[in-house]
């Protein structure tokens, strides 16, 4: 089974740009979430999408955002990007059900100049 | 809110067990897992354990947990350079697919 894939893997974009990041998880999974790694702040979660709908969300700026299609693949965007934007971007995907053992994706690392 | 701090730092010779501890201030955690990082990687997933367990031995990899101190320990036998990694303690309430984690431990093995 192949696992989770994640594209670009590297990233380098200015302040004020936007970014989309996108996400396929293992087949079969219909649940994908996001993740933010830096140094700073460590790992953060940014949202779970399930079945095309936000089932959770952290706590970060209207700035970040995200979607799932129908073959649950997902893509997170970023829109007026900031220095502090820069990380290290992981998805994780699962089943979705009750246990739900994540699977991380490889991450995508962008930078913000 | 829901906190897990970790150790930041072990080193060890190559051959000793490794003893990397947890802990977690969520009592409604259901589900404890340890994940590792090599450089330049995303999140591998080493072991888990239900909450309602003490203990878990998978091959090298020991998980005690004790849910009255709220305290969850990794331990790793016979280790090796290749166990050179950072390792990541994550808790997740049964509610939700959230995982928090701790700033994860460096665990550096020398020969």
């Known amino acids: 089974k192949a696992g989770v894939t994640q594209t670009p893997r590297y990233l380098i974009k200015t302040r004020g740009q936007q970014v989309t990041l996108s996400c396929s998880p293992i087949?079969?999974?219909?649940?994908v979430s996001w993740y933010q790694q830096t140094p700073g702040q460590g790992l953060q979660f940014l949202f779970e999408?399930?079945?095309?709908?936000?089932?959770n969300k952290g706590n970060f700026p209207g700035r970040f955002s995200g979607r799932q299609f129908s073959n649950s693949r997902s893509e997170m965007n970023v829109s007026t990007l900031e220095l502090g934007d820069s990380a290290l971007y992981l998805c994780?995907?699962?089943?979705?059900?009750?246990?739900?053992?994540?699977?991380f994706g490889p991450g995508t690392r962008l930078t913000v100049l | 809110g829901e906190d897990v701090e970790q150790s930041l730092f072990l080193s060890v010779r190559e051959g000793d067990s490794s003893v990397i501890n947890c802990t977690y201030t969520?009592?409604?955690?259901?589900?404890l897992y340890w994940y590792k990082q090599e450089p330049g990687a995303g999140l591998q997933l080493l072991t888990y354990?239900?909450?309602?367990?003490d203990m878990k031995q998978d091959q090298r990899l020991t998980v005690l947990l004790n849910k009255k101190d709220k305290h969850l320990s990794l331990r790793i036998a016979d280790t090796q350079t290749g166990d050179s990694a950072i390792y990541f303690c994550?808790?997740?309430?049964?509610?939700?697919?959230?995982?928090?984690f701790g700033k994860g431990t460096m665990l550096l093995v020398s020969p």
């Open positions: 994780a995907s699962s089943s979705g059900d009750s246990y739900n053992e994540q699977f």
């Open positions: 087949s079969g999974h219909r649940s």
């Open positions: 999408y399930f079945s095309e709908t936000q089932r």
């Open positions: 969520d009592s409604s955690s259901t589900y």
């Open positions: 354990i239900f909450s309602n367990m």
């Open positions: 994550a808790e997740r309430d049964s509610g939700y697919s959230t995982l928090t």
